[in-house]
């Protein structure tokens, strides 16, 4: 055709040459919200199924959520209760965190062997008792080498915590269902990772810097 003349290929090609309106604009802008409710959505249906299959799986999730926070705020904290309690300098808490590490791989390993004997279930309960004997300790033994002597020994429990936890987890696990229930491990965890540093908060305010450190974290 000649210049004059717009067909309608053309004014269908600058239609969609054109930029955003203010409306299409303001569309792309609301989508992610339903796919964010959708999303939310799923998971709770992924729950819901996983109830109605298993019920001893979602206690085990909400569970171990809790326990796992308060493993990882032994971590986040313990630095803060050394050098704020217990007087470590900046290098001796560096210290004490590389030999935590070590103490709590080593706890993994052995506990590894205990979980092979007598099961996941055994090693979590174990070791959580243990850290709680550990914490109680602390409150009542004064000095850099209580915090040493105990808070070794809390990590030494942390370790066959962890790695029990998801040991557990895959035997609860339905063949084909790892990625999924091993994603609600992880959303678990995430969703009441403000318990630790509440619980922290709180106990210090409620009883001082020593007590209250060693009963919130």
């Not at 796992?68 to 313990?78: E, P, V, Y």
Request: hydrophobic residues 50%; glycine residues 12%; proline residues 5%.
């Amino acid at each position: 055709m000649g210049s004059g003349v717009l067909t309608a290929p053309d004014a269908a090609r600058s239609q969609h040459a054109l930029p955003p309106t203010r409306d299409r604009r303001r569309r792309r802008l609301t989508r992610p919200a339903p796919r964010i409710l959708a999303s939310y959505r799923d998971l709770f249906r992924t729950i819901a199924r996983v109830w109605r299959r298993s019920p001893a799986t979602v206690y085990f999730l909400l569970s171990s959520a809790i326990f796992r926070d308060g493993l990882a705020g032994i971590f986040t904290f313990g630095g803060v209760l050394a050098a704020g309690t217990f007087g470590f300098s900046m290098s001796e808490v560096i210290i004490f965190a590389v030999v935590a590490n070590i103490a709590a791989a080593l706890g993994a390993i052995v506990g590894g062997k205990f979980d092979d004997a007598a099961g996941p279930r055994a090693v979590i309960v174990v070791s959580l008792l243990g850290i709680m004997v550990a914490g109680s300790v602390l409150l009542y033994w004064e000095g850099s080498t209580a915090f040493w002597v105990c808070g070794l020994a809390l990590c030494l429990f942390v370790g066959p915590a962890q790695a029990a936890s998801r040991t557990y987890l895959g035997r609860l696990t339905p063949s084909g269902r790892d990625g999924e229930m091993y994603g609600l491990y992880a959303t678990t965890g995430r969703a009441v990772s403000f318990l630790a540093p509440l619980m922290f908060g709180i106990f210090v305010t409620a009883f001082g810097a020593r007590s209250g450190a060693s009963w919130g974290s």
